[in-house]
């Protein structure tokens, strides 16, 4: 059981950036899966949740309007596409799973994590 999150980098600010993460190992049909990005010296955040049965989307106030989660469910694969980036969104961003998900944004609701993959937004 393994998420593998890729697609981080730098970007000039108001660039965009597209994060992957694929499940191997299991399939995401009946979980949440979320993105959350940790800071250099700052605790880990939740950024935004699929529920990949029915499509719902959940989005952090600093994300909604900027980035767009998405599925591609015959790859076992969610995307968080972000736009307008900022130096404020430059953090290591992880990508979670979890089946029994009541609050999206805990981080403890979530089982499978993946390694984290590096965004920094900087000219």
């Known amino acids: 059981v393994q998420l593998q999150a890729s697609g981080g980098g730098l970007v000039q600010p108001g660039g965009s950036l597209r994060l992957s993460c694929a499940a191997s190992?299991?399939?995401?049909?009946?979980?949440?899966v979320g993105w959350f990005r940790q800071a250099p010296e700052k605790e880990r955040e939740w950024v935004s949740s699929?529920?990949?049965?029915?499509?719902?989307?959940y989005y952090s106030d600093s994300a909604k309007g900027r980035f767009t989660i998405s599925r591609d469910n015959a790859k076992d694969t969610i995307y968080l596409q972000m736009t307008g980036l900022t130096p404020d969104d430059t953090a290591t961003y992880y990508c979670?799973?979890?089946?029994?998900?009541?609050?999206?944004?805990?981080?403890?609701?979530?089982?499978?994590w993946g390694q984290g993959t590096l965004v920094t937004v900087s000219s």
């Open positions: 190992g299991f399939t995401l049909n009946y979980y949440y």
């Open positions: 979670a799973a979890g089946i029994v998900v009541l609050q999206v944004g805990l981080q403890s609701d979530y089982e499978h």
């Open positions: 699929m529920r990949m049965d029915d499509g719902s989307t």
